[in-house]
């Protein structure tokens, strides 16, 4: 079970590290966007890094690359869903990053769900 916070070790030995969101990943997440194909609406990176923690939660998945703190995956669910609504994960770089997203995304949802 893989928690919001902390980190991971992948199958090939990456470490990777799960973390909310915050102001200064804005241009970093443009970026993992584009890299996915996707056109990095305003909207939606507005949308993924202020959100009602009662209602939605937002993830990034990070790893060290040449000792900087790389965005490798993206992902976010509202409470009341059973999905995440938007994943967005670089397989290349750390391949499993988009399973250990949704599971986080799925547990911390049906942790909300109990204490509700």
Avoid: C, K, W, Y
Avoid at 18 to 35: I, K, M, N, T, V
Avoid at 78 to 88: K, M, R, T, Y
């Amino acid at each position: 079970m893989q928690r919001l916070h902390g980190s991971t070790t992948l199958a090939n030995g990456l470490r990777l590290r799960l973390r909310l969101p915050h102001r200064f990943d804005a241009e970093p997440l443009r970026g993992l966007l584009e890299h996915a194909g996707l056109t990095p609406d305003d909207r939606l990176v507005a949308r993924t890094l202020r959100f009602d923690p009662r209602d939605r939660v937002a993830v990034v998945a990070t790893t060290l690359v040449a000792s900087s703190e790389q965005i490798v995956g993206l992902g976010a669910i509202d409470h009341s869903g059973e999905e995440p609504d938007l994943l967005v994960a670089d397989e290349r770089a750390a391949p499993g990053v988009g399973a250990v997203l949704e599971e986080a995304l799925r547990t911390h949802t049906i942790r909300i769900r109990r204490l509700r």
